[in-house]
């Protein structure tokens, strides 16, 4: 598994994970995203970014709650949008 920040102001380097370790929420949070992911975003764009994590667990979306400036909850996300559901719905009609 792979993970990698984007934006406009560019890429973060690779976070490889290592075969046979399980991505579970506690290794998500406290290695890929506390120690990997966010610093290495932090660093490409200050304190200024918007995040959308890969996992729901509780414990998770609380650390992002507080730990980044622009916080998407999962209502907001693609699947759950209001926005992109009414925009769908009436271009099926």
Request: with cysteine; charged share 20%.
């Amino acid at each position: 598994m792979v993970s990698v920040g984007v934006s406009k102001l560019g890429v973060t380097d690779l976070i490889f994970v290592d075969p046979g370790i399980k991505v579970h929420r506690e290794y998500y949070r406290e290695v890929l995203l506390s120690q990997e992911l966010l610093p290495a975003i932090r660093e490409m764009s200050g304190d200024f970014f918007v995040f959308q994590p890969a996992h729901r667990a509780r414990d998770t979306l609380q650390l992002l709650q507080c730990d980044t400036p622009e916080f998407i909850a999962p209502n907001l996300w693609s699947p759950n949008s209001p926005d992109l559901n009414l925009w769908f719905g009436l271009s099926r009609v």
